[in-house]
């Protein structure tokens, strides 16, 4: 009967990794599906962008207007900084 027990205690034991080993499976399967389906709709929007012309023309005048935009809130914020140092410096 003694011999029992530890053959018990090593199922239980292989039980549980086995359970941990299907979890951890499991979860590896879910990443690699959200992986497959970014990389689907990636591939998707490069053949949209190579069949559309017009749509690469959008974005490059879309990523243009933001850059000059971003160019000119940071020569505001610049303008911000510079003027409260100057009535700082005034109050002092």
Known sequence: MAESEPQEGNYDN???????????????????????????????DMVVIHTNPDLANSMRRLEDAFLSCKEEVE???QDVLSESKGEEEKKE
Do not use: G, H, P, S
């Open 14 to 44: 292989m039980v549980k990794m086995v359970e941990d080993l299907n979890r951890d499976l499991e979860k590896l399967l879910e990443e690699m599906e959200k992986l497959t389906v970014q990389a689907i709709w990636m591939a998707y």
């Open 75 to 77: 020569k505001k914020w």
